[in-house]
T-cell receptor, first 113, second 114 residues
Framework: DAKTTQPNSMESNEEEPVHLPCNHS???????IHWYRQLPSQGPEYVIH???SNVNNRMASLAIAEDRKSSTLILHRATLRDAAVYYC??????????????FGGGTRLMVKP | KAGVTQTPRYLIKTRGQQVTLSCSPI?????VSWYQQTPGQGLQFLFE???????NKGNFPGRFSGRQFSNSRSEMNVSTLELGDSALYLC?????????????FGPGTRLTVL
């Protein structure tokens, strides 16, 4: 499976935008880029996913580099509730891995009031 | 819709015992996956069940097993508990099985092995 690399931690001020980077230089053409986050004392929750084009939803935006070797999760206005560990995960659309998610270490986002 | 529920939420066992954890997926979801989360190893995939069949299995010893019932509820069992099995066990459900599916996680069962 292609690997992802994320910074261990990042800090942000409340109500400012946050850009969370993810490197995936060995990504294959059929790998989807998924983001999940885990709030303290909760199970992970889905944030967003994309293949090639940038994606937006109510929670965040996903910007994917043209060569797809990196992506950035964008939280437009961080709130204290966004403090969590954010995981960038690649999922191959072709293989037989079903719903298996391979989590790395993620980025711990701290939001300062 | 109710979310994914896991029971019990907390459990204390001693080494050598066995334990059964339960997961009720979101209504209509047919896929249930299990994960183990520890401070040292992070989140690791245990197995996935879809329509009562194990679809995938992670790299865990045979002491870890699971099953899924016709109503999609799932149980996982750990036999001959070891101290290292202390962890948060998370279950996730999804409508179907495939790499494009969003996973919905439950709150987890915190297992402590003494």
């Amino acid at each position: 499976d292609a690997k992802t690399t994320q910074p261990n931690s990042m800090e942000s001020n409340e109500e400012e935008p946050v850009h969370l980077p993810c490197n995936h230089s060995t990504i294959s053409g059929t790998d989807y880029i998924h983001w999940y986050r885990q709030l303290p004392s909760q199970g992970p929750e889905y944030v967003i996913h994309g293949l090639t084009s940038n994606v937006n939803n109510r929670m965040a935006s996903l910007a994917i580099a043209e060569d797809r070797k990196s992506s950035t999760l964008i939280l437009h206005r961080a709130t204290l509730r966004d403090a969590a560990v954010y995981y960038c995960i690649l999922r191959d659309a072709r293989n037989n891995a079903g719903n298996m998610l391979t989590f790395g270490g993620g980025t711990r986002l701290m939001v300062k009031p | 819709k109710a979310g994914v529920t896991q029971t019990p939420r907390y459990l204390i066992k001693t080494r050598g015992q066995q334990v059964t954890l339960s997961c009720s997926p979101i209504s209509g979801h047919r896929s249930v996956s299990w994960y183990q989360q520890t401070p040292g190893q992070g989140l690791q995939f245990l197995f996935e069940y879809f329509s009562e069949t194990q679809r995938n299995k992670g790299n865990f010893p045979g002491r870890f097993s699971g099953r899924q019932f016709s109503n999609s509820r799932s149980e996982m069992n750990v036999s001959t508990l070891e101290l290292g099995d202390s962890a948060l066990y998370l279950c996730a459900s999804s409508p179907a099985s495939g790499s494009y599916n969003e996973q919905f996680f439950g709150p987890g069962t915190r297992l402590t092995v003494l």
